[in-house]
């Protein structure tokens, strides 16, 4: 029964893919969407803003807290930049090959900003939207009916249009943080989900499976 399923299976089987956007190859999901959706499946929940700390090497990071049917769970996000630099009291500068480039001072605006998009980090925490951060294009379960679209030039069988999973990418790293965070869900559940975007060796497969039976 509906009623019976935890809050991580009800908030992660929702499709979050009309409410992000892209921007310097992130993924960014509409922290109102996420809140009044969270809220609308989850009407206890509660948020909290803490403190934003800050400190002269690393600058600023900001935390939240959300509340969701007696579970708290934390989340920390530091004020960076469009190049993920994190921003400080004060402009600075660092060397790259192609010369010094230049990080402006933290405004009110780029806090604000950050303390949102922490809100909404936190969130995934309790499963909504949390395959974004896994590198996942679908959620944990589709459901809605697919639309019929009118015939295309032929394209490849799906499995023979997946990237090949590969140990030492970034894809993997992604897999493993994926894997890592949701061994609730079990093998058959977590495969299933991998193997929508990729192809996976038998090889790999196993390696996955000992991550789940990891302590």
């Not at 994190?86 to 303390?115: C, H, L, P, Q, W």
């Not at 949390?130 to 015939?151: M, Q, R, S, W």
Request: aromatic share 8%.
């Amino acid at each position: 029964m509906e009623n019976l399923k935890t809050v991580f299976e009800r908030l992660s089987a929702i499709n979050v893919n009309d409410h992000v956007e892209k921007k310097d190859n992130l993924t960014y999901l509409s922290w109102a969407w996420a809140w009044s959706k969270t809220k609308t499946e989850c009407p206890d929940a509660t948020y909290k803003i803490l403190a934003t700390e800050y400190d002269d090497a690393l600058g600023f990071m900001c935390h939240t807290t959300v509340t969701i049917e007696g579970e708290t769970l934390e989340m920390w996000l530091p004020v960076m930049d469009g190049k993920n630099k994190s921003m400080k009291k004060t402009e600075y500068s660092y060397s790259t090959r192609f010369g010094d480039k230049k990080v402006e001072a933290a405004t009110t605006f780029d806090i604000n900003k950050t303390i949102m998009r922490c809100l909404v980090k936190n969130l995934a925490m309790f499963g909504l939207g949390i395959y974004i951060y896994a590198g996942e294009d679908l959620p944990e379960n589709e459901t809605a009916p697919v639309k019929a679209e009118a015939p295309k030039k032929t394209a490849p069988a799906v499995g023979d249009a997946l990237p090949d999973l590969k140990k030492g990418t970034a894809n993997w790293d992604a897999v493993v943080k994926y894997v890592t965070a949701n061994k609730s869900l079990g093998i058959e559940k977590i495969g299933a989900q991998i193997t929508r975007k990729y192809k996976v060796s038998p090889a790999l497969k196993k390696e996955i499976a000992n991550i789940l039976n990891a302590e």
